[in-house]
Nanobody, 117 residues
Framework: VQLQASGGGLVQPGGSLRLSCAVS????????MGWYRQAPGKQRELVAT???????NYADFVKGRFTISRDNAKKTVDLQMNSLNPEDTAVYYC????????????WGKGTQVTVSS
């Protein structure tokens, strides 16, 4: 199973980026898809997740600015990020969980997001 993330880059404060993650390989069921991030010197933290029944969970620091969406048929998950600020600078990781109980978790390699003027 592979998770390929794309869409990272350099953006000015107040700008927007859209991250996308495509899941490939032998994976037949995905319960939860999401994005995490890790800034230099900090622990990895949850950004947003969405379950197979479209229950979305956002970290407090992105509420109202980021929107997560998934396409079950295409096995993709996107993160629309608006009103970015320098504190959003981090490596963003795609994550999937196959089942709510006893599932297998997979991680992508990460994509760099830098917010700077």
């Amino acid at each position: 199973v592979q998770l390929q993330a794309s869409g990272g880059g350099l953006v000015q404060p107040g700008g927007s980026l859209r991250l996308s993650c495509a899941v490939s390989g032998r994976i037949f069921r995905i319960y939860r898809m999401g994005w995490y991030r890790q800034a230099p010197g900090k622990q990895r933290e949850l950004v947003a997740t969405v379950t197979s029944d479209d229950i979305r969970n956002y970290a407090d620091f992105v509420k109202g600015r980021f929107t997560i969406s998934r396409d079950n048929a295409k096995k993709t998950v996107d993160l629309q990020m608006n009103s970015l600020n320098p504190e959003d600078t981090a490596v963003y990781y795609c994550n999937v969980l196959t089942s709510r109980f006893g599932g297998v978790e997979y991680w992508g390699k990460g994509t760099q997001v830098t917010v700077s003027s």
